[in-house]
């Protein structure tokens, strides 16, 4: 700690290039927050994703559909202790950029396959009396202004006209990273009114009663109906929701591919520096050496710098990113769970010291293994 | 009483003192067999061409470099083979350095350069504020203690350079040419200060010079000539 005033002199020795230096450290982690929330929020649902769940859908696209009579056969099956399903609407609300997911369900069925999603009795009662009833997630209801009781209308882009809803009920996630956008009504609402399509069903999702069955459950489902005019293929729902992240591309390798870039760049950037602060003070270190300091505590005194010059951008950095995504998110639904996870923050501010660690190392090294007699006579 | 023939057994003791330089194929020896002993108390002044190996003698008697063979024993350490973390330790205790260009640290306050060697040490914050008092009130800079390097003229900053020398009670001062980048009169106020540290405070002074003025303080003034010392004039025997 006695040495810390004399490291933050020479900090501020350049102030200019110090600050710089912090700059490009705190933008650059200030990009990898906000692409970590980006793959996270995408993911959301896989991170989430039930262990007993598996997700039952055509084997020739998510797209086609399934007969509604897969449910009661389901349910007969050994290991399947629940069967539900859900449609997808994919309507629209005043504006095609407001956009959140629409989901016909199996009313009796849905909420006790999903008790993540928190709903007052009250308010599930109530949407079970109304057939045009709504249940939605806290986010779309807030981004939206809705409160139970209010009319939405919502114009259907797959089954044509507009569709009205009362909103009777607003869930919320039980834990970080449940998907709170979600729009819920009835599935019978959607079979009354749609001109085609009729008697047949999106995907279902079926309970199995133990983890450990779901590989040879998903197998014996596939295995019932193959030959069959609806053909199933069947998947945990970390799985499905995997293979539904990657119908917009593989996120996660572009993150990585800008984030490695954005880090080499960085430690270039801070390497420079710390090199050209040791090349300029040859003659200084040369000094500290000449009056007994070690070796090693000038390697640890360029280190030390080359840290919080690294740990100070990469805490600003965060700090902004972290800033930047309480205020939800701003696309407008694509990233439900816009949200910066400590542990998040935390890797964030382990990849700031190890840039601190690496790019200091060869400076450091330099002036450690620096001769005295060769230092002074840069004077 | 210095002797150059290795008879006595002084604070410094330099025995058959060899360092050569190899440039590629090129031998060049620097000091050649030297032998040398220095009393506690001396002033003795190195003088000589450049070239002569006045600085080399210098860095080998401050452990800031290694001789090619021979040794160096400084109060009945011999440091010529110590590890490189026990010479730092040995630097930091016994001897105390000025350089011909003052070399302080430009982003510190007086204060802060003479703390420096302090920081090496177990003294707590108070005590070392208590200490760099001392030497700067000791070389007449008590009030320039907030001063950075830039704010001093090159006299107070020898004077900075001298009290950061001696601020941990070094055994003996190594000096590199302290007046060769100063004129007349602040020569003279360092040249009186250096004096006035050997008669008030015991210390042994070695110094590098081609400062005549410089010579005439000391006690002994020896002449090196192509690694080799080719005289010795004790002032101090002849009086």
New interface residues.
């Given amino acids: 700690m006695?040495?810390l005033?004399?490291v933050l002199?020479?900090l501020?020795?350049k102030k200019t290039r110090t600050l710089l230096t912090v700059g490009s450290i705190a933008v650059a982690l200030f990009l990898f927050g906000l692409l970590v929330t980006i793959e996270t929020s995408l993911n959301a649902g896989i991170d989430v994703a039930g262990a007993d769940r598996l997700v039952i859908r055509n084997r020739t696209s998510l797209i086609m559909p399934l007969p509604l009579a897969y449910q009661e056969r389901l349910r007969q099956m050994p290991h399947i202790t629940d069967a539900t399903f859900a449609t997808w609407f994919g309507g629209v609300y005043q504006d095609e950029r407001n956009f959140f997911p629409q989901f016909a369900v199996d009313t009796e069925t849905y909420r006790q396959m999903f008790p993540e999603f928190e709903i007052p009795d009250q308010q599930w009662r109530d949407f079970l009396s109304d057939q045009e009833g709504a249940v939605v997630g806290r986010v779309t209801a807030d981004r939206f202004g809705w409160k139970i009781g209010d009319r939405v209308p919502i114009q259907g882009t797959i089954w044509p006209g507009t569709w009205e809803f009362n909103i009777r009920a607003i869930y919320d996630g039980a834990r970080t990273g449940d998907d709170e956008s979600l729009f819920w009504f009835h599935w019978k609402y959607l079979e009354e009114r749609r001109p085609f399509g009729k008697g047949t069903v999106g995907w279902y999702t079926v309970k199995v009663d133990d983890p450990d069955n779901a590989v040879v459950v998903a197998r014996k489902v596939d295995e019932s109906f193959a030959n069959s005019a609806w053909e199933t293929s069947t998947e945990t729902e970390k799985a499905f929701a995997a293979g539904f992240a990657k119908q917009i591309g593989n996120i996660r390798f572009l993150i990585l591919s800008i984030g490695a870039v954005v880090l080499f760049t960085l430690l270039l950037v801070t390497g420079n520096t710390m090199a050209m602060t040791v090349r300029e003070r040859v003659?200084?270190l040369g000094?500290?050496?000449?009056?007994?300091?070690?070796?090693?505590?000038v390697l640890v005194l360029v280190l030390v710098e080359s840290l919080l010059i690294a740990c100070v951008g990469g805490v600003l950095g965060l700090a902004l990113a972290k800033l930047f995504t309480l205020g939800g998110d701003p696309t407008g639904g694509m990233l439900p769970t816009f949200y910066l996870a400590p542990s998040e923050m935390l890797l964030g501010f382990a990849i700031a010291v190890t840039v601190g660690l690496v790019a200091g190392s060869v400076p450091a090294l330099t002036a450690m293994r620096l001769?005295?007699?060769d230092a002074?006579r840069r004077? | 009483m210095v002797t150059i023939n290795g008879a006595g057994h002084g604070l410094i003791s330099v025995r058959k003192l060899n360092k050569v330089y190899r440039r590629g194929s090129e031998t060049i020896e620097v000091l050649q067999g030297l032998d040398l002993d220095v009393e506690q108390g001396d002033v003795v002044a190195f003088m000589g061409p450049s070239g002569s190996g006045k600085t080399t003698l210098l860095?080998l008697l401050?452990g800031?470099?290694t001789p090619t063979s021979g040794s160096v024993t400084v109060g009945g350490d011999e440091i010529t083979h110590m590890s490189?973390?026990r010479l730092?330790?040995w630097?930091?205790?016994h001897v105390g350095?000025i350089?011909q260009?003052y070399?302080l640290?430009?982003?510190?306050t007086a204060a802060?350069n003479v703390e420096?060697?302090l920081?090496?040490t177990r003294l707590s914050?108070a005590q070392r504020r208590k200490h760099v008092e001392t030497a700067l009130t000791l070389v007449g800079l008590a009030d320039r203690m907030n001063h950075f390097p830039r704010q001093l003229s090159g006299g107070q900053e020898q004077r900075v350079a001298i009290a950061?020398a001696i601020v941990t009670d070094p055994s003996f001062l190594l000096c590199d040419e302290p007046t060769g980048d100063l004129d007349r009169a602040a020569a003279g106020e360092i040249l009186d200060l250096v004096t006035s540290l050997v008669r008030d405070h015991g210390k042994t002074v070695l110094m590098v010079t081609h400062d005549p003025l410089a010579a005439e303080r000391a006690d002994v003034v020896l002449h090196l000539d192509k690694g080799v010392l080719v005289e010795a004039a004790a002032k101090a025997a002849a009086s």
Avoid: Y
Avoid at chain 1, 288 to 297: E, I, V
Avoid at chain 2, 105 to 108: E, G, K, Q, R, S
């Fill in positions: 006695k040495f005033p004399f002199r020479n501020f020795r003659p200084e000094v500290l050496k000449t009056l007994g300091f070690t070796d090693a505590t001769r005295i007699v002074l004077v | 860095n401050g800031l470099d490189g973390g730092a330790a630097r930091a205790r350095f350089f260009m070399n640290i430009p982003v510190l802060g420096l060697p920081l090496l914050k950061r």
